[in-house]
């Protein structure tokens, strides 16, 4: 969860200026310096490939901030301040306070949302959604709350529901609006019992998926780990011509797919049949 300070305005590219009143960790800050640091040799790279009138924005620097509200810091020094070094290309890395206002908590005299403030409404939230799932009729998708009818494709979850357990393992469309709930039952669902299998709702793989010609995808997995199917969310697409040492079944850049896959099949289920 990140942090959304209240009452700050993100100005993007610029740096700080000294005396100005940012937000960063749930906590307000005096910019107390700012100085040019030296670009790293990537960041000379980096730099070099932008046009001339941003390359001077874009240069990196150091701050020091110094505390004005929140508990401590844990990187801070005795005078409350941290440093930090901010790289080429960081936008908007220190959202500020207008007019240096900080809205606080009554709570704790903390900058708004306090990390409790923020810590009960997400559970709040985690609560509003289990009440949600409690009103789902028998028959709908929790996704939408609409009937799932048999000329829909679906996607049902066996055994006791697991946000709700009165009810049956629930039902999801599998059109693109409910399939974001339905993965994330999985997710819960997959947890709740060794020995569940994911569907492609949410088997990911850490290799890189190489796309073919002809739309097959190739992939040798990462770190030891077998690929589980080249239809799962990959980390990484390319292009088999971007290979470094080109495509070893010589497929032709003409009329290639890119990084689309052919064959994916419309049911998430059909990879563990
Ligand atoms: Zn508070
Ligand atoms: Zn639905
Ligand atoms: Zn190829
Ligand atoms: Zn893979």
Redesign the pocket.
């Known amino acids: 969860m990140s942090w959304r300070p209240l009452g700050v305005s993100r100005r993007y590219s610029s740096r700080p200026s000294v005396g100005d009143v940012v937000a960063i960790d749930h906590r307000a800050w005096e910019v107390t310096h700012v100085i040019d640091a030296i670009p790293t040799a990537e960041e000379e790279a980096r730099l070099n490939a932008y046009r001339a009138e941003y390359r001077e924005k874009h240069l990196p620097y150091k701050v020091s901030l110094k505390r004005l509200h929140g508990p401590r810091h844990e990187n801070e020094n005795s005078r409350a301040e941290v440093g930090y070094r901010v790289p080429v290309g960081a936008f908007g890395a220190f959202p500020q306070y207008k007019d240096g206002r900080v809205p606080l908590c009554s709570c704790h005299g903390h900058p708004w949302p306090c990390l409790e403030a923020e810590q009960q409404r997400y559970a709040e939230a985690e609560l509003a959604k289990a009440e949600k799932a409690l009103r789902v009729l028998p028959g709908c998708c929790p996704a939408c709350g609409e009937v799932v009818t048999h000329r829909q494709k679906s996607i049902t979850f066996g055994g006791p529901n697991v946000s709700n357990p009165l009810a049956e393992g629930p039902t999801y469309h599998l059109r693109r609006r409910c399939r974001q709930g339905a993965a994330e039952y999985e997710e819960k669902w997959v947890n709740d019992e060794p020995g569940r299998k994911r569907s492609l709702l949410t088997l990911w793989?850490e290799?890189t998926?190489i796309v073919h010609g002809d739309g097959s995808g190739e992939?040798f997995?990462a770190q030891g780990q077998e690929?589980?199917s080249?239809y799962?969310r990959?980390r990484a697409h390319v292009a088999c011509y971007y290979q470094t040492h080109g495509c070893g079944r010589e497929c032709s850049r003409a009329g290639h797919p890119g990084t689309r896959l052919a064959g994916r099949p419309d049911d998430p289920r059909a990879v563990l049949r």
């Open positions: 793989c290799g998926l992939c997995g690929c589980p080249v799962a990959h």
